[in-house]
Structure formats: C-alpha cells, structure tokens
C-alpha cells in the first residue's frame, strides 16, 4: 500500500508563529435535502425518506476564513459541517475537485467536510446496503450535493470580508455514555441498566460546548462554530429526513441574531456517546413533559443556553486581529488486526446468514459487515500489516486550536489531548476530513467489553492507532503554539 508523506500545507510560504493578523470572514449555508426519496444512513436495515415527510431540512453551513498581514493573504481555511451521518472517504477529494478553480485565491487542500452524525440523513454512499429500493442512487444524490455545497462554498468564500472573532467555553449536558457494562466483564450499546448485573455505564461525559463567534466588521454576529460532545441522534431511528437537534439549534439562535446566521454544528469526540439517557430515564421524561418540549428540543434549549450565556460573557474580547495558521497533516495508522477467534465469530454469523432463504430487515447489512470482516482476516494474512489513513487539520485562532479526526472516536482519546494540548482552549472535531473508511475508534476498555462499536467489524483502527492519533494531534498542535 502506498504510504501517506507527511507534510504541512501552508497557503503561502511559512505562516510566522505569533504574528496577528487580520481575519477576513465568509459564511454561507446550503440546504442539501432533494425532493426525491433519499435513503438515509445509520441503521442496518433500509430507510427511504419520503420528499414530502421532510421533519427538518439538512443543511452544510460553510465558513470561509482568510488571514492577511499588510493586504496579503496568508492562509485560509473553509470548513463545511453536513447535516450527514459520516462523509465517504472520496466524498472530500471529489467535491474539492469539483470546485476546481471556482474559489479564486483558495487552496482548496485547506477545505474539510465534517458531518454531525444524524442518523436520519441523507446517504452519501451506498454503505451496507445491497438494495435502496425507490430511493435515488447514492451517486445522483452526490451530484446534488456537490452543486449545493459548492454553490455555498463560493457565497462564502466571495462574501469574505473584514471581521473579527471571539470564542469561548460553556457547559451543557447533551450526552451520557452509552456503553452499559456488566459483572461478566461484557459491554453493551444501550445495555439494560435495571438489572443486578449492570456494574456502570463503561466510559466518561464531555459537558463542555467549544463555541467560536465570528462578527463582520459592524460587530454583528455572522457566524459561529459550536462542538459538543454529542452525535445528533436523539431521533436516530426515524425514516424521515431530520437534522436532529442541530436544525432545533440553529432556528433558535437565528430568533436572536438574525436569519441569515449561520450556524457550523460540531460533533468533538463521542463515538461511545449519545444525546438520550442512560439513567434517570423517568425523571428526565417527566421534566421534558413539564416543560413540554422533546428530547431533541430539551437538547438542543441546553446548547442555546450555555451559547447566549458564554456569548454575554465573551463579546467584551472580540479581536479584530489574531494569531493564525492553518496546517494539514497526512500520516497513517496501524490497522487494527483481526485475531483468530474474531474471525471465527465472523465467519460463523456469515455462515448462519448465508444459510438463511431470506434475509430480512437489518441482514443483508449484517451480512456484508461480517463479510468484510472475513475478508480483513484473509487480507492481512496475506498482505502483512495494512495502514489507515489520516488527513488531520490543525488551525490556530489566536489561543484556540480546531484540530480534526476522521473517526467515531472514543471520549477517552479527546480527553488525552484535552489534558495535554498547550492552547488555551482546544476544539475537537470528529467524523472530519476522511480520507479512508468510516469507523468507530474504540477504547481499551471497551475493545475489552466487545460489543457494538468496538468489535473489529465497527472498527479498522484499534487503541494502538488511538494512542498514536493522540500524539500525532498533539504534535501538530504544539508546532503552532511553539514559541
């Protein structure tokens, strides 16, 4: 396999650490939901939206950011957050080729796709499907979206103008952990806990919410990017094309400042997390029916309040000029290895669905995951060690670093870097920048526990490629605090 070189993209030369500079600001939004029926990603059995049965629209906010110093540009950056359950690995590379030379001046190797994670969102790809019944083929959905998105891409980029920043930490409860965990030493996603075996949910929270405000030169909000620790999936299972509590969001912040804010949801690292309760499941119910709103709203009024709480706070240190830079690093990391007995789980439960007449409901999917994990075994066997690759984005603003993964990542590898990252405040971002499959990155303890999201068919990459994920993040991250 051709092995990834690691190299920093810089938009012009070396960006010189420490130096302030003005921020030029674009912001737009796209609605990438199609009138026609779409099937939607993130369970094993088949989902098609009906166009007219549409609960909330998806949307891509796009925010472009230019850094100039004495009317030259420097470096940039555009990230575009995708009311999506995951962005396929060529999805990136072909849309920043899509855009070819529309965005004048822009390096497009300094674009990221981020998806929040809905589970009720349009499909990207055809997944684990083999049938999508009457749904429109994942390719002519892509096309659709490239024009939307890309059409987003140019407002922002050629609406940039002078503006200034702020940013900010507040606090809301938006997940639990989802991994109950029992005596026999198993875990399981969204195990019972009412039962005398159940010892303890298996992992951490992240209450924290990463909020960036972006003014234009009025001082008027534009635009903001907000990271909670939390996949948008209070609604997971519906068959309707829904946002999840990221459109509840954004509608309640556009009440204050205006229709034509936009709003970047962002998901920091949860990938054993999730926005309903694990615990106090009653009493949680009770409080939401006094205040008479759903799960999802009761979510989402906790991001709106922690926001315009920390925004009152912050707006008195809105700079107009800051540090900043923008590196993108390319690297790979060890394949998680399939043992011997793993494989032996997977080719049995593909042998009792092949022998099955009729696959139903969920199986078709089921079936191809084992497959897959079968031919992993084989591959590896034969191949010797596979590597997974990365494209990881690092941007410093002033005291705060944005640094992406690809992966539905464990709260624990957050937390690492978290607790080591030399800025004053660290936002992390999952699901983002793919350039390989999909795939949970799981724990030690929970690669311990088994279960969903941390068996080997959840996941190409083990704790071995988490801890080096962490290091290779907090690298990059130190090389732009360096002083």
């Known amino acids: 396999m051709k ?38 990603t993130g ?8 166009p007219k049965q549409v ?22 950056a555009m990230m575009i957050a995708c009311d999506v359950c995951y962005v396929p690995q060529d999805i990136q590379q072909r849309l920043r080729a899509y855009l070819g030379d529309r965005l004048k001046g822009f390096d497009t190797g300094k674009l990221f796709l981020t998806a929040t994670h809905t589970h009720t969102g349009p499909a990207l ?3 684990w499907y083999d049938d999508l019944g009457n749904a429109m083929p994942p390719e002519e959905y892509v ?67 990463d909020m960036v405000f972006f003014l234009n030169a009025d001082r008027r909000p534009l635009a903001t990017m907000i990271a909670v620790a939390c996949p948008a999936q209070v609604d997971e299972g519906l068959s309707r094309v ?30 054993d997390l999730v926005p309903r309760p694990m615990l106090r499941k009653p009493a949680e119910a009770r409080m939401e029916q006094m205040r008479k709103l759903s799960r999802r709203q009761e979510v989402a009024r906790r991001v709106i309040d922690a926001y315009e709480s920390t925004w009152e706070v912050v707006q008195s240190d809105v700079r107009a000029d800051v540090v900043f830079a923008h590196r993108v690093e390319r690297f790979d990391l060890p394949v998680r290895n399939i043992t011997d007995q793993e494989y032996a789980t997977a080719k049995q439960q593909l042998a009792a669905l092949a022998a099955k007449e009729k696959l139903v409901g969920g199986e078709p999917a089921r079936k191809n995951w084992y ?48 607790a080591r990252s030399p800025a004053g405040q660290t936002m992390l971002v999952q699901l983002a920048s793919p350039v390989d499959a999909s795939t949970y990155l799981p724990s030690e303890r929970a690669v311990k526990g088994g279960g969903y999201s941390a068996v080997p068919e959840s996941s190409l990459v083990g704790p071995e490629g988490g801890q080096v994920l962490v290091e290779r993040t907090l690298e990059v991250i130190g090389a732009l605090f360096k002083k």
């Open 3 to 40: 092995r990834w070189i690691t190299f920093v993209a810089l938009a012009v030369g070396i960006v010189k650490a420490g130096v302030a500079a003005e921020l030029w600001i674009g912001a737009a939004e796209a609605d990438i939901t199609p009138d026609r029926p779409v099937s939607l």
């Open 371 to 418: 497959k897959r994990t079968v031919e992993r075994y084989d591959g590896q066997s034969k191949d010797g060690a596979k590597r997974y690759a990365v494209e990881l984005h690092a941007i410093r603003l002033g005291d705060l670093a944005i640094a992406t993964n690809p992966f539905e990542l464990y709260l624990d590898y957050g937390m690492r870097i978290q």
């Open 55 to 76: 609960l909330s629209r998806c949307k891509a906010n796009v925010l472009a950011i230019e850094a100039r110093e004495n009317g030259q540009a420097t470096d940039c």
């Open 242 to 271: 829904h946002a999840d509590f990221w459109g509840d969001v954004r509608d309640g912040l556009r009440q204050r400042f205006g229709e034509e804010f936009v709003v970047l949801g962002l998901c920091g690292p949860a990938g």
């Open 125 to 127: 790809d055809q997944g």
């Open 43 to 50: 369970q094993f059995h088949v989902r098609v939206a009906d």
């Open 143 to 209: 096309a659709f979206f490239f024009d939307r998105v890309a059409a987003a891409a140019a407002k922002a980029w050629e609406g940039r103008a002078r503006g200034s920043v702020a940013w900010g930490l507040g606090h809301a409860v938006t997940s639990q952990n989802r991994r109950a965990m029992y005596a026999d030493g198993s875990s399981v996603m969204y195990g019972t806990t009412a039962k005398p075996e159940f010892l303890g949910l298996e992992g951490g929270e992240d209450h924290a919410v």
